[in-house]
């Protein structure tokens, strides 16, 4: 029981605390809503990235000007953190968007999951965090026709930038199969798996880089050119160990590895729930091995007491690998750069002149870099707008406004509202039955 009181103060405190910016709307922040007038529609998206809307898409909910079509919102992860900061929205924010000479509309869309890289100073290891919003499996956008369009914000290329050019980033190669429901909640894990079984996880590792990628540990830069394993499972046993250890493929060793075993944390019906991590660097004396779109690892479940193990199951994978900086051949390419000094240059190889460079500080602030175009090389250059460490990373998509790009999806017009006018929110909050 106390367990979940816990749970619903938990959840409770997010709603107050939203409550409590909604009570500032009645007080004079902020008096009128965007959604107070004009003609809306609600869109939906289910990938990260660029999106686009397409003439016929404008024509069929009913903008005939698609140069006064803006795009308002910011995804499904934005306010997960429970904060309710200064800088989080009070309404809906617009974002950036382009228009393709073709009439399409494109801009950068987050759906329900964020993934992002950390850094581990204290193991010195990378692994990857994934950030889910529990009540949706989409993000929403808003477009309209009745508000101006604000241009986004540039930086300048600064041609006298020091120190090398920067031709590789850190990339984040993540598996999620959400295929069982154990808990009757949002909480998905993927098929299950039973001791003596095993299961393949394939990783996508595009482009990669035998040279590595550049990072600053501490006051030092450094190449990391080991791609590192990390993974998160649960098993559900009575009351005993187990682990999940991957079966490397041929010419592939393991290095520092870290297993961690697999203990009870959670108890439901007489069986026990446990969660535990593994990860671990990747070597081989063949830097070929990792360059494959289809890299495969296959994992298998052990138990000291295999008739006391029902089952486990994978929750997320992830190899992050160092990759090059390229356009070749793709519509886009999202960078995580974990090192830059302010006006080092990092540069795209196989880019079209019609590439974009941006900067996603956030769903809601994103930012465009200035850069020079060599024809003959196709090659952009950039230069960096501020420092970036292992704990201030910069989080860049370089895309192709000719490419085509993530479609999205009609979800209905929207009636004008106007939240903020109001002498006195109304709320509903909603709780689990068992509430």
């Known amino acids: 029981m106390k367990k979940s009181l816990s749970n619903i103060f938990r959840c409770l405190l997010p709603v107050l605390a939203f409550c409590s910016v909604l009570t500032s709307f009645a007080a004079g922040e902020k008096t009128s809503s965007v959604l107070a007038s004009g003609h809306w529609v609600k869109i939906k998206v289910s990938e990260q990235g660029i999106h686009q809307i397409t003439p016929a898409q404008l024509e069929e909910w009913g903008f005939s000007d698609p140069s006064k079509v803006t795009v308002y919102g910011y995804g499904g992860t934005l306010a997960l953190d ?154 559900k046993t009575t009351s005993v160990k187990s682990n999940l250890k991957p079966l490397l493929p041929a010419g592939v060793a393991e290095r520092n590895a870290s297993y961690v075993e697999c203990s009870a944390q959670m108890e439901s019906g007489g069986y026990r729930f446990g969660r535990s991590y593994g990860r671990t660097r990747l070597t081989s004396q063949d830097n070929s091995k990792f360059s494959n779109p289809e890299f495969t690892i296959r994992f298998s479940p052990t138990c000291t007491k295999p008739e006391k193990f029902e089952y486990g199951a994978l929750d997320y994978a992830s190899i992050i690998y160092p990759r090059k900086n390229s356009l070749a051949n793709r519509p886009e390419v999202f960078m995580t750069f974990m090192c830059g000094n302010t006006d080092q240059k990092f540069e795209i190889s196989g880019a079209p002149a019609t590439t974009e460079v941006w900067k996603i500080v956030r769903p809601d602030k994103i930012y465009a870099y200035g850069f020079t175009y060599s024809a003959d090389r196709r090659v952009v250059t950039c230069s960096f707008d501020s420092t970036y460490t292992l704990s201030s990373q910069a989080r860049i998509i370089a895309f192709d406004k000719a490419g085509q790009h993530r479609p999205v999806e009609f979800m209905g017009t929207v009636a004008n509202q106007n939240l903020h006018a109001l002498a006195t929110p109304d709320f509903i909050i909603i709780t689990p039955e068992n509430y």
């Open 82 to 235: 429970n904060s309710f900061a200064a800088s989080t929205p009070d309404d809906l924010v617009q974002i950036p968007s382009v228009h393709a000479s073709d009439g399409r509309i494109l801009f950068y869309g987050m759906a329900d999951v964020d993934v992002k890289m950390e850094y581990n100073a204290t193991g010195n290891y990378f692994y990857s965090s994934r950030l889910r919003n529990d009540y949706s499996l989409y993000g929403a956008y808003f477009v309209t026709d009745s508000q101006e369009p604000v241009a986004i914000e540039r930086t300048s290329y600064k041609d006298a930038a020091a120190g090398g050019i920067i031709s590789t980033h850190a990339a984040c190669a993540f598996v999620e199969d959400e295929a069982e429901d154990p808990f009757k909640s949002r909480f998905f894990l993927g098929k299950r798996y039973t001791v003596g079984s095993t299961f393949n996880v394939v990783f996508p590792l595009y482009d990669y880089s035998a040279s590595g990628f550049d990072y600053i540990r501490g006051s030092i830069l450094s190449t990391s050119t080991y791609p590192a394993l990390y993974y998160s499972y649960l098993a």
